[in-house]
């Protein structure tokens, strides 16, 4: 870890250590700062110790609150680069550079690791600090600083978790660091006991957290226990489906049943012993005819600030507006030129769309035909890509999450709406007119594939593209319906109360309930919670994260060695080809990151994992 980012506790520097971490020189650092409280002088009462808080909460937001970029691992989404929210943290630092390719992206995450690092010793410094206090506070304050150190201890598990999720064993550290000596020499902590220290931290949050945070954003009972939960069931698919690339674990089925045990009975308190719903009662709400947008399901709406506070957001982290510098970049990542200028970095695949079943079937359409529009009826043949008719009657997620041809938004410029702005694939920007009504198309030339994304894209003007006020989810409760799903079968097939939670997160979409075939086996039953996991949680990170679990790679594109698959767009043009003749070894680092040389240079004692050697 660098020099400045461990001894900048020593000055006491409590809410803006990231902005000080590139100016400050070694001379500097060894100061008692003029300007702010030094750390004799802090740490004297609850208002101190919540202050502190709010500085971590405010540095480890931007470790998690662009997570749809690691979508780009999967099959469905495309990021075009990082964006350009390079120099400072609270605007994603830690996302950019990565390689957010489907193939081959294991390296390029210095940035991470460094800045998740950063997060460990922000948590940490809070829960040392405010132990100190504990032993000479009054009764009445006690709750409220165990209070604080609960959810700092959350914090440090949330980025523990993300560690060893992506890099498997990893030098852990509980305590701050006041001098690199203290960590030149660190080895890698093996991957279980970094897991049982995350559990232990989950379980301490659990016991002190509120059952409900009175104030938006911080962390609840139902949180830590859904965030342990995810940990007990990331654990188990390690130990059921192994984690070869990381040679120091050997999975055993046993532990995996126990974990799978352990998280179903995790999240079944999550669910059943809060009062917890889905958002708007998970009724699917009203659903725009094709080409109009005036009334949108409820599911958009969940990803909009009109959600901020719902039950269904177990955690999530806020967001200020305008003129704050920590409103969040959603708009600017998700949306085109006529929307504030924004620069559409991630957008749908084509091939999401054929994930998006028939609201009068339950199950698949038959798939979309790709059409060049210059095709004579290619407008209106049956099946067509092109065709906004082959759209009709589908999960009403569809319309929340993409945009297809002819499909309308709410333009913005400079604060101010310009009105509906059509979609219509590679016309940007361009007069149109569309039942007698003039329009300008939605100008996206960052799209190669006939979509766009309209989930995280708000409707309404008033605030710039980086400015948004969007509470981004890190534990939603339809996840944890999933998880459940997921770790209940497992163990003993499809249950009735898990196939029920499953229908629920499918009604949402207007969908009827799943057909008895698709219940009639453990294999049938996983397929289908996979399904809605695809549609439900699409573009909020989890993809990537699941495939990996499941050693599902291979099974979603093709073998090593295959002659690759192609993603193409609604025209049918062959846009990228991933997986082409790839070795196994570049499979296997597509399952664990690269340990990041610079920091193995500065510590000859941190091995690097194998497929990276």
Same mark, same amino acid.
């Given at each position: 870890?660098?020099?400045?980012?461990?001894?900048?506790?020593?000055?006491?520097?409590?809410?803006?250590?990231?902005?000080?971490?590139?100016?400050?020189?070694?001379?500097?650092?060894?100061?008692?700062?003029?300007?702010?409280?030094?750390?004799?002088?802090?740490?004297?009462?609850?208002?101190?110790?919540?202050?502190?808080?709010?500085?971590?909460?405010?540095?480890?937001?931007?470790?998690?609150?662009?997570?749809?970029?690691?979508?780009?691992?999967?099959?469905?989404?495309?990021?075009?680069?990082?964006?350009?929210?390079?120099?400072?943290?609270?605007?994603?630092?830690?996302?950019?550079?990565?390689?957010?390719?489907?193939?081959?992206?294991?390296?390029?995450?210095?940035?991470?690791?460094?800045?998740?690092?950063?997060?460990?010793?922000?948590?940490?410094?809070?829960?040392?600090?405010?132990?100190?206090?504990?032993?000479?506070?009054?009764? =009445?304050?006690?709750?409220?600083?165990?209070?604080?150190?609960?959810?700092?201890?959350?914090?440090?598990?949330? /980025?523990?978790?993300?560690?060893?999720?992506?890099?498997?064993?990893?030098?852990?550290?509980?305590?701050?660091?006041?001098?690199?000596?203290?960590?030149?020499?660190?080895?890698?902590?093996?991957?279980?006991?970094?897991?049982?220290?995350?559990?232990?931290?989950?379980?301490?949050?659990?016991?002190?957290?509120? $059952?409900?945070?009175?104030?938006?954003?911080?962390?609840?009972?139902?949180?830590? #226990?859904?965030?342990?939960?995810?940990?007990?069931?990331?654990?188990?698919?390690?130990?059921?489906?192994?984690?070869?690339?990381?040679?120091?674990?050997?999975?055993?089925? %046993?532990?995996?049943?126990?974990?799978?045990?352990?998280?179903?009975?995790?999240?079944?308190?999550?669910?059943?012993?809060?009062?917890?719903?889905?958002?708007?009662?998970?009724?699917? %709400?009203?659903?725009?005819?094709?080409?109009?947008?005036?009334?949108?399901?409820?599911?958009?709406?969940?990803?909009?600030?009109?959600?901020?506070?719902?039950?269904?957001?177990?955690?999530?982290?806020?967001?200020?507006?305008?003129? =704050?510098?920590?409103?969040?970049?959603?708009?600017?990542?998700?949306? %085109?030129?006529?929307?504030?200028?924004?620069?559409?970095? /991630?957008?749908?695949?084509?091939?999401?769309?054929?994930?998006?079943?028939? =609201?009068?079937?339950?199950?698949?359409?038959?798939?979309?035909?790709?059409?060049?529009?210059? =095709?004579?009826?290619?407008?209106?043949?049956?099946?067509?890509?092109?065709?906004?008719?082959?759209?009709?009657?589908?999960?009403?997620?569809?319309?929340?999450?993409?945009?297809?041809?002819?499909?309308?938004?709410?333009?913005?410029?400079?604060?101010?709406?310009?009105?509906?702005?059509?979609?219509?694939?590679?016309?940007?920007?361009?007069?149109?007119?569309?039942?007698?009504?003039?329009?300008?198309?939605?100008?996206?030339? %960052?799209?190669?594939?006939?979509?766009?994304?309209?989930?995280?894209?708000?409707?309404?003007?008033?605030?710039?593209?980086?400015?948004?006020?969007?509470?981004?989810?890190?534990?939603? #409760?339809?996840? /944890?319906?999933?998880?459940?799903?997921?770790?209940?079968?497992?163990?003993?097939?499809?249950?009735?109360?898990?196939?029920?939670?499953?229908?629920?997160?499918?009604?949402?979409?207007?969908?009827?309930?799943?057909?008895?075939?698709?219940?009639?086996?453990?294999?049938?039953?996983?397929?289908?919670?996979?399904?809605?996991?695809?549609?439900?949680?699409?573009?909020?990170?989890?993809?990537?994260?699941?495939?990996?679990?499941?050693?599902?790679?291979?099974?979603?594109?093709?073998?090593?060695?295959?002659?690759? $698959?192609?993603?193409?767009?609604?025209?049918?043009?062959?846009?990228?080809?991933?997986?082409?003749?790839?070795?196994?070894?570049?499979?296997?680092?597509?399952?664990?990151?690269?340990?990041?040389?610079?920091?193995?240079?500065?510590?000859?004692?941190?091995?690097?994992?194998?497929?990276?050697?």
């Amino acid at each position: 870890m660098k020099l400045t980012t461990v001894k900048i506790y020593i000055a006491g520097m409590l809410c803006l250590w990231a902005f000080f971490t590139s100016s400050c020189t070694k001379d500097l650092l060894h100061r008692e700062p003029t300007t702010e409280l030094g750390t004799a002088s802090f740490w004297k009462t609850e208002a101190d110790a919540t202050y502190a808080l709010m500085g971590a909460y405010a540095d480890i937001r931007p470790l998690f609150d662009r997570d749809y970029y690691f979508d780009g691992q999967g099959e469905y989404i495309r990021t075009r680069g990082t964006s350009t929210a390079s120099g400072n943290l609270q605007k994603g630092d830690a996302y950019n550079g990565g390689d957010y390719s489907p193939s081959g992206y294991g390296d390029n995450f210095d940035k991470m690791y460094e800045h998740l690092y950063g997060g460990v010793h922000r948590a940490n410094y809070v829960i040392e600090n405010v132990r100190k206090m504990l032993p000479s506070v009054s009764e =009445t304050s006690l709750p409220q600083l165990e209070r604080v150190v609960a959810e700092a201890r959350l914090l440090r598990a949330m /980025v523990y978790f993300r560690l060893i999720s992506m890099w498997g064993d990893v030098p852990y550290i509980d305590h701050v660091i006041y001098d690199n000596s203290e960590v030149a020499n660190m080895t890698r902590t093996p991957l279980a006991q970094v897991k049982d220290s995350i559990l232990a931290d989950l379980t301490y949050a659990f016991d002190k957290l509120p $059952v409900k945070a009175p104030e938006l954003g911080r962390a609840s009972k139902p949180a830590a #226990l859904a965030f342990r939960g995810k940990v007990q069931l990331y654990w188990a698919c390690w130990n059921k489906f192994g984690w070869p690339e990381l040679d120091t674990f050997t999975p055993d089925e %046993g532990k995996g049943n126990e974990a799978y045990k352990a998280a179903a009975d995790d999240f079944n308190k999550v669910i059943n012993d809060y009062g917890l719903t889905l958002f708007r009662g998970g009724e699917p %709400g009203e659903c725009d005819v094709l080409g109009k947008a005036d009334k949108l399901p409820n599911y958009y709406y969940l990803f909009t600030s009109v959600a901020n506070g719902d039950a269904e957001m177990i955690m999530s982290f806020t967001h200020g507006g305008t003129g =704050t510098n920590q409103g969040e970049e959603l708009m600017r990542d998700v949306a %085109g030129r006529s929307h504030e200028g924004s620069q559409c970095w /991630v957008s749908p695949r084509y091939e999401i769309a054929d994930r998006y079943q028939s =609201t009068i079937t339950g199950d698949f359409a038959p798939k979309l035909i790709p059409m060049n529009p210059t =095709t004579a009826g290619a407008r209106t043949a049956p099946n067509s890509a092109v065709n906004p008719q082959s759209y009709a009657n589908r999960d009403y997620r569809m319309k929340s999450s993409i945009m297809w041809d002819f499909e309308v938004s709410v333009g913005m410029i400079s604060l101010k709406s310009t009105g509906w702005v059509p979609f219509i694939y590679k016309t940007w920007n361009q007069p149109v007119t569309i039942d007698g009504v003039k329009y300008t198309t939605y100008n996206t030339d %960052g799209c190669n594939s006939g979509y766009v994304l309209r989930k995280f894209l708000r409707n309404t003007a008033g605030l710039g593209r980086s400015d948004g006020t969007y509470s981004y989810p890190v534990m939603r #409760l339809a996840d /944890v319906y999933l998880m459940y799903a997921e770790a209940t079968n497992a163990i003993n097939g499809p249950q009735a109360d898990a196939i029920a939670l499953v229908n629920r997160v499918r009604h949402r979409g207007n969908l009827p309930p799943l057909a008895g075939d698709k219940t009639a086996s453990k294999e049938a039953f996983f397929s289908a919670i996979e399904q809605e996991r695809i549609v439900e949680l699409f573009g909020e990170g989890q993809r990537s994260f699941d495939i990996r679990r499941w050693r599902a790679i291979e099974r979603v594109w093709n073998p090593p060695y295959g002659n690759g $698959v192609w993603r193409i767009d609604s025209y049918g043009v062959q846009m990228s080809r991933y997986f082409q003749n790839m070795s196994e070894r570049e499979y296997q680092q597509c399952y664990i990151f690269r340990i990041p040389p610079g920091e193995r240079n500065r510590n000859p004692n941190l091995t690097q994992n194998t497929p990276w050697l």
